[in-house]
């Protein structure tokens, strides 16, 4: 039972960050109505700008304040590019372009810096928690408290303010939205901005706690779609349950496999990611219905 609560404790980490890369989803994808696959490489890209600053001498504080705007930019970078340029073909054409975004990003900074993992700095504090059957990094349980502020603030700024509104109104509606003065332009471009930001946190973030190379944290974003394809993408509220049900599951695989009778399935490489696939799996089985429904006041614009 200890080592099962250890487990669950180092859930913690993964369902902070899969929170912060499923509300950037969600949050652009409300607001653009495009399923944005470069959001790891958003990521990817403020954690190197992070570390590439900070061993250069910038303080870590400045460092991680410049790769959360870099991250920013860069999503607006692709939403000017690869997005919005495409519009006239419609959605899907659109998420394709984003495919081409995650792929070249890899390639430049894979080039630029190498596909070796190199030592990114660590944000949290040293140290760690001792807990019955083992302990929890600091660099690691800090995660969560950064990501649940970051998420409350964000959740709060898109459901609660007209801002939020307008983004989501133009999104389901441009012609509508600029007819009661929203530019449907301007709030999708916000929209990734604040989607960037959260993305380039969590990058940051995530590789602090581990190595960081061109793959890991790019490819990383995938159990955020998962969350985001159980909670549907128009549910921020959704969303964060289903980072929470991922990154608890996730969490307590290596538990799982020291349990009789079903231990062999999760013990060996690969066992998260088997694990993870058949969540995805029973996702798309009972997609027809979300675990929260979408917001009513947006959705009446």
């Not at 954690?47 to 930019?73: C, E, K, M, Q, S």
Request: hydrophobic share 55%.
């Amino acid at each position: 039972m200890s080592r099962l609560f250890l487990y669950a404790v180092l859930s913690l980490p993964l369902i902070g960050v899969y929170s912060l890369l499923g509300l950037g989803i969600t949050v652009i994808y409300q607001a653009s109505r495009v399923l944005n696959l470069a959001h790891g490489a958003i990521a990817m890209v403020a954690a190197y700008t992070t570390y590439d600053l900070n061993r250069h001498g910038v303080p870590l504080v400045f460092a991680v304040v410049a790769g959360i705007v870099v991250g920013a930019l860069f999503a607006l970078v692709v939403e000017r590019v690869f997005v919005a340029r495409l519009r006239a073909a419609g959605p899907t054409t659109q998420t394709v372009g984003t495919v081409a975004a995650l792929t070249l990003a890899i390639a430049i900074v894979a080039r630029w810096f190498g596909s070796l993992p190199v030592p990114a700095p660590r944000v949290l504090p040293a140290g760690a928690l001792h807990l019955p059957g083992g302990f929890v990094p600091y660099q690691q349980l800090g995660i969560f408290p950064i990501a649940v502020i970051a998420a409350a603030l964000l959740f709060a700024l898109f459901q609660f303010t007209d801002i939020g509104l307008a983004m989501r109104g133009a999104a389901q509606n441009r012609r509508g939205a600029a007819l009661r003065g929203v530019d449907p332009d301007r709030t999708a471009q916000l929209a990734w901005l604040l989607g960037g930001a959260t993305a380039g946190l969590a990058g940051i973030l995530l590789a602090g706690a581990n190595a960081l190379d061109p793959y890991s944290v790019s490819l990383g974003v995938l159990p955020a779609f998962v969350a985001a394809l159980i909670g549907g993408l128009e549910s921020m509220p959704g969303v964060l349950i289903g980072a929470t049900i991922i990154g608890f599951v996730q969490g307590i695989v290596p538990a799982l496999a020291t349990a009789p009778a079903i231990g062999v399935v999760f013990q060996g490489e690969g066992s998260p990611e088997l694990v993870l696939g058949i969540v995805a799996l029973v996702a798309m089985a009972t997609r027809g219905s979300r675990l929260v429904t979408g917001n009513v006041r947006g959705d009446l614009l």
